[in-house]
């Protein structure tokens, strides 16, 4: 198979076939004595398949790297492979709880927020600006904020 129709088949782009050759991930054939196209076997289709779908589960290409060393020895233990998926599943746990408080801290400022007014006086900019916290260092300004307003 051509380079065309590896992607193709893998339903990928050209550059992403090259990106993965780069990355080691897959292996690039050797160019032709007589100076003709690349040819690679089939297997390809299915080694940036299961690269795609590790990365849909929220693998990092690294990590693919890693699944994919473990997947070519023949002696590896199943169980090397489902302590990877826990630490990723313990990842993905905490980005959704932080992602969680992210959303809650959102609502709050939405709910507080007026909806309209000058934007010097915006409640959701301000809460996120560094220099509308309160200055309590010695000999700053008695509580005022920084930016003039109180």
């Known amino acids: 198979m ?22 080691g991930l897959i292996r690039q054939p050797m160019r032709p004595a007589n100076g003709g196209f690349r040819s690679y076997p089939e297997t390809v289709v299915l080694q940036i398949r299961f690269i795609r779908e590790a990365q849909e589960l929220g693998f990092s290409l690294g990590e693919i790297e890693d699944l994919l060393s473990l997947r070519s020895e023949p002696d590896t233990d199943c169980g090397k492979i489902r302590l990877r998926a826990l630490a990723k599943r313990d990842d993905v746990d905490f ?42 260092e010695p000999g700053g300004t008695n509580g005022k904020r920084r930016n003039g307003r109180s």
């Open 2 to 23: 051509r380079i065309s129709e590896v992607a193709k088949a893998a339903d990928v782009g050209v550059e992403t076939v090259r990106f993965y050759e780069r990355r």
């Open 95 to 136: 980005k959704i709880k932080r992602l969680r408080r992210i959303r809650a801290t959102l609502t709050k400022l939405i709910d507080a927020c007026p909806g309209k007014g000058a934007l010097e006086y915006c409640s959701i900019i301000e809460a996120m600006e560094p220099s509308a916290r309160v200055d309590a």
